[in-house]
């Protein structure tokens, strides 16, 4: 009997990895591949929240990869991805966020598109197979798009996330305003986190020009709650960047209300960030005004500010 191909998406998975690994294990399966949805890490409130809301069961925790087949979705960067992963057969990708480092031995579908959301293509992917999405389906795939577009609200939100949106709405019988401020409320649940949990809830690691950077983000709707405890953040992000050696560890605290973010720092690169990101830091502090992508608003900026900082 062979071995199942496993469906992951990225470290410290978030709404839109858990829902595209088990809407894409779905649609293979109903091609009659041997796929399983798995998971990294634990779910956040916002994630278990949706699992719960559709009836299905949580992905199964995959701690290694190494020897397995496996197909990535919603990241493509070694850094973000399960452990083991060099050592596994990577048999496809789908993903919305920038080219990162994966290579293959052979060619594979790898499909990366500039939308707001992985589950966006996979509702494209759905039509591509002649496949109905069934109503469990169309819920993960509504709450992936929501989730990671801030209910359209991103500015990496597209006219295909749009009206993805509103179709898989319609299929699951939800005004998808109202069932995305129940997304937004349970995203906010982090005061319940010790300092640990709330900086690395939403965390990735990025390389850039060789120098490795962590950036977290907090989404809410009362940044005082993490803002309040501004202090114990900071010693813990000093922690978690001592730990891992990043040259910087960026954490946004981002108002979903108020559209804005407020950037706390780490680690001794801050002068790049202040460069890049055009503003500077006061007591380890910066306002962002309209900033709410790490994707589109942060992570490209600091990629052009250290590379240019080591030339």
Sequence with gaps: MSEP??????????????????????LKREQGADVVPARTGALNPETQFVVDRWGVEIPVLLDDAAGEQVILVDH???????????????????????????????PILFRNEPVGSTATILTQLFDDANETIPTQTAGLLLSGILSDTVVLR??????????????LAD???????????ELLTQKSKVGE??????????????????????IGQIET???????DQQDAVLETMDDVATERDYAVFLLLVTDLL?????????????EPVEKGLDTTFTDREAFLPGVMSRKKQVVPLLEDAFGANSA
């Design 193 to 214: 986190k010790s300092p640990r949990e709330m900086v690395l809830s939403d965390f990735k690691e990025f390389d850039f020009d060789g120098q490795q950077v962590g």
């Design 258 to 270: 108020e559209e804005d973010s407020t950037a706390l720092v780490a680690g001794p690169e801050v």
């Design 76 to 106: 493509n960067e070694y850094s973000q991805t399960v452990t083991g992963a060099e050592n596994a057969e990577i048999v496809e990708i789908i993903d919305h966020h920038r080219i990162g480092d994966i290579e293959t031995s052979e």
């Design 154 to 167: 991103s500015p990496t939100t597209t006219e295909r996330d749009r009206a993805a949106a509103t179709r």
């Design 5 to 26: 191909i496993y469906v992951i998406g990225h470290q410290q998975p978030d709404t839109d990895t858990i829902c595209s690994a088990l809407a894409y294990a779905r």
């Design 221 to 227: 709707v009362e940044p005082s709650v993490v803002l």
């Design 171 to 181: 299929i699951v019988d939800v005004d998808y305003e109202a069932y995305g401020k």
